[in-house]
C-alpha cells in the first residue's frame, strides 16, 4: 500500500480574490481523510503551512502579490522535499496553483528530470509584461519554463524549474489560449490536450501524456485544479469555465489514470474555492470523485 502525506496549503496569495485559502479546512471538515481511508487509500495528515490570504496590490500590477507569493512557495517546497525523503506521495491541499511551483522544486531537489502533469482549465502562460493581470496564479507554466516574473523564474535554482518536454497539460479551456500561445506550446513540443479532447476520451488523454513524460523515468507530479471541470457542472473554481464541456466524471476517469501509473508521486489540488459552496453539496461532489481516482492507486 503506497502512504500519502497531506500537507494543507491555505494560501490565496496568488489568486485573482480571496476564498481557496478555505479549501483545507474545508475540505478535512468535509471528510477528505476518512473517505479515503474507507476507500482503502492510506494518508496521514502533516497540517498546515502557514499560508497567505489575497491582497488587493495595485502597486504592482505586473506581478502582484509577489513576496506572498514566494515565501508561500518556498514553505511548499521544503515541506514537499521533507516528504519526498521520507519516502511518502505528497497530497498537497490549496489553494491557488502557484504552490505547484513549490511542489515542483521540492521534488527537483531529489529528482531534477521530475515530470508534471497539469490538468487545468487554463494554460497558466500569463507574463509579467503590460497588458497582463499580474495574477501569479495565472502564470504557473511561464514560470515553470523560466518565462515570467525573474524572482519566481528561480526561486529555488537556475531557471527553468522544468524542461518543456516533462511537462503535459490536459483540460485547457481553447478559449484561454491565444494562437500565439498555442503556437509556443506546439514549438515547444510540450504534450498538450485541450478540453475537447480530454473530455472526448479522459483515459486516452491521460496515457499520452504519460507516454510523453516516461521518456525519463524520473517521476511525475499532478496537478489537478478543478477549475478544468466546466462550471456548469462543478462550480467549485475560483476562475469559472463555463460551456468547456468537461465534467466532473471526465476528470475522474483521467485522473484515475495518472494516479494509478507507478510513476505518479504526488497529487497537488488547486483553485477549490468554498465560498462558492454554501450547501456543501457540490464539495461532497468534489471529494467522491477525488477518493474515487485516488483509490485506483490503492487498488
Known amino acids: 500500500m503506497t502512504e500519502w502525506t497531506m500537507i494543507g496549503v491555505p494560501s490565496s496569495a496568488g489568486a485573482h480574490h480571496a476564498g481557496q485559502e478555505l479549501a483545507p479546512a474545508a ?175 479522459p483515459e486516452g488523454a491521460a496515457r499520452r501524456a504519460l507516454v510523453a513524460l516516461a521518456r525519463s523515468s524520473s517521476p511525475v507530479i499532478v496537478h489537478f485544479d478543478v477549475d478544468v471541470v466546466d462550471s456548469g457542472d462543478l462550480p467549485l473554481g475560483n476562475f469559472p469555465h463555463y460551456g468547456s464541456g468537461v465534467r466532473l466524471e471526465h476528470a475522474v476517469r483521467g485522473l484515475r489514470v495518472l494516479l494509478a501509473n507507478p510513476a505518479c508521486a504526488a497529487l497537488v489540488l488547486t483553485e477549490v474555492n468554498p465560498t462558492h459552496d454554501p450547501s456543501g453539496r457540490q464539495l461532497a461532489r468534489y471529494l467522491a470523485g477525488l477518493t474515487t481516482a485516488m483509490a485506483a492507486r490503492a487498488s
Open 27 to 201: 475540505l478535512r471538515a468535509a471528510g477528505l481523510l476518512d473517505q479515503l481511508a474507507a476507500a482503502g487509500v492510506q494518508a496521514t495528515d502533516r497540517g498546515d503551512l502557514p499560508g497567505a490570504t489575497f491582497e488587493v496590490d495595485c502597486d504592482h500590477p505586473r506581478a502582484r502579490n509577489l513576496p506572498a507569493v514566494l515565501r508561500v512557495i518556498r514553505e511548499v517546497a521544503d515541506a514537499v522535499a521533507d516528504v519526498v525523503a521520507a519516502g511518502k506521495l505528497p497530497l498537497v491541499v490549496g489553494g491557488d496553483c502557484t504552490i505547484t511551483l513549490g511542489v515542483v522544486a521540492g521534488f527537483r531537489r531529489r529528482y531534477p528530470r521530475v515530470g508534471l502533469a497539469y490538468v487545468d482549465g487554463d494554460a497558466d502562460l500569463s507574463s509579467d509584461e503590460a497588458g497582463d493581470s499580474g495574477i501569479l496564479d495565472s502564470a504557473g507554466i511561464a514560470h515553470l519554463l523560466g518565462l515570467g516574473s525573474p524572482e519566481l523564474n528561480g526561486f529555488d535554482g537556475a531557471p527553468p524549474l522544468l524542461d518543456a518536454s516533462r511537462i503535459a497539460m490536459l483540460g485547457c479551456d481553447p478559449r484561454e489560449v491565444t494562437a500565439t500561445r498555442r503556437q509556443f506550446l506546439a514549438e515547444a513540443g510540450i504534450s498538450y490536450a485541450e478540453a475537447a479532447e480530454f473530455s472526448a476520451d
